[in-house]
């Protein structure tokens, strides 16, 4: 693939959790076959699985009769995936960066999702339109 090129993928899939898996399996083969070593691999599988999740969870409140598309773009050494859905909105700048030590004491559950994105991930970014939301997450292969 040259520098110049484009890549791209995708996937929809209803909004179960036991779907999940199948997201899982789209994004680390990509991510393998895009040069990516096990660890970031890993990290990106981990990264897409809780956006997705919260999709489900938050965003469509369990009803497994809506969709979530997920998209891989590979442009140069970026890899990006744009996650997006019609799920209830939120505002991401008020989720508060979690205090882990705290978090940690009181064996709390739940509620990393965001703060792992961003630590996972190169780049973050939640673009909420009035009928879909639309999360972009670009790794760049070093």
């Given at each position: 693939m040259t520098q110049s090129s484009i890549y791209r993928s995708?996937?929809?899939?209803?909004?179960?959790?036991?779907?999940?898996?199948d997201v899982r399996e789209f994004v680390s083969g990509l991510a393998r076959l895009h040069g990516f070593g096990e660890d970031d691999v890993?990290?990106?599988?981990?990264a897409v699985d809780e956006a997705c999740t919260n999709i489900i969870k938050h965003g469509y409140g369990y009803?497994?009769?809506?969709?979530?598309?997920?998209?891989?773009?590979r442009t140069g050494n970026d890899f990006e995936i744009v996650i997006s859905d019609k799920g209830k909105q939120f505002d991401p700048k008020a989720i508060q960066t979690p205090d882990m030590k705290d978090y940690?004491?009181?064996?709390?559950?739940?509620g990393l999702g965001v703060y792992l994105m961003k630590r996972i991930m190169d780049k973050v970014e939640f673009d909420l339109h009035r009928d879909r939301n639309v999360l972009r997450m670009i790794k760049t292969l070093q």
């Open positions: 995708s996937i929809s899939i209803p909004s179960q959790t036991e779907r999940l898996n890993n990290k990106i599988t981990i009803s497994p009769d809506h969709s979530i598309e997920v998209e891989i773009i940690l004491q009181h064996y709390r559950r739940g």
